[in-house]
């Protein structure tokens, strides 16, 4: 059935670091795709999104590229920052509005 | 613009007490989800209604659990009798017509069942 493996965390980085959170998923077709994050104490938000093969989502530094070989939509940011310490979830929808999630990566950004 | 609400933000209620949790989507917007949020299975779709009709119940746990969707601003979802394992954060979210799946989350309610 339809589903979404992402990396398990929690994931702890020093600023600037480099980060990669690995999604891949299994659904039929060729979905959209998203990322959101959820702040501590806040639901979740859209941080980016991609709705074809090839397709890069960006935004706020972090990117994606919906890869349809791998069926994989890797988050990644060049250099983070003690902002961005938040859960991460992957998703894509499943159809009639409705999203499948991954089960989210916890990050948390060490200044 | 005001987001989606949530209330109560927090409550505390005791084993076999009814729950009724409320939530006012962003107005204009046509889909309601239901989610719960636990650390063991992360977030999970409990129900979802498009123009105030249930379209897919099938995640609701079990009849313990009902929702209703009266009219376009407004849910509940309601826990009867409640249960600690039904302590969670239960988050509201809503999508505008032709919104390309962007779901707008409400801030949650974190519920304890002691």
């Known amino acids: 059935g339809d589903s979404v493996t992402q990396m398990e965390g929690p994931v702890t980085l020093s600023e600037e670091a480099f980060l990669t959170i690995n999604c891949t998923y299994t659904a039929t077709g060729y979905p959209s795709l998203f990322w959101y994050v959820q702040y501590p104490g806040e639901g979740l938000q859209l941080l980016l999104k991609?709705?074809?093969?090839?397709d890069k989502g960006s935004n706020k530094g972090f990117e994606a590229t919906y890869r349809k070989e791998t069926t994989s939509f890797h988050l990644e940011k060049g250099s983070v920052q003690v902002s961005d310490s938040a859960v991460y979830f992957c998703?894509?929808?499943?159809?009639?509005?409705?999203?499948?999630f991954g089960k989210g990566t916890k990050l948390t950004v060490n200044p | 613009d005001a987001g989606v609400i949530q209330s109560p933000r927090h409550e505390v209620t005791e084993m076999g007490q009814e729950v009724t949790l409320r939530c006012k989507p962003i107005s204009g917007h046509d889909y309601l989800f239901w989610y719960r949020q636990t650390m063991m299975r992360g977030l999970e779709l409990l129900i979802y209604?498009?123009?105030?009709?249930?379209?897919?119940d099938s995640g609701m746990p079990e009849d313990r659990f009902s929702a209703k969707m009266p009219n376009a601003s407004f849910s509940t979802l309601k826990i009867q009798p409640s249960e600690p394992r039904d302590s969670a954060v239960y988050f509201c979210a809503s999508i505008p017509p032709g919104g390309a799946n962007e779901q707008f989350f409400g801030p949650g309610t974190r519920l304890t069942v002691l």
């Open positions: 991609a709705t074809k093969a090839d």
């Open positions: 209604f498009n123009n105030n009709v249930p379209i897919d």
């Open positions: 998703g894509f929808e499943g159809g009639s509005e409705k999203l499948v």
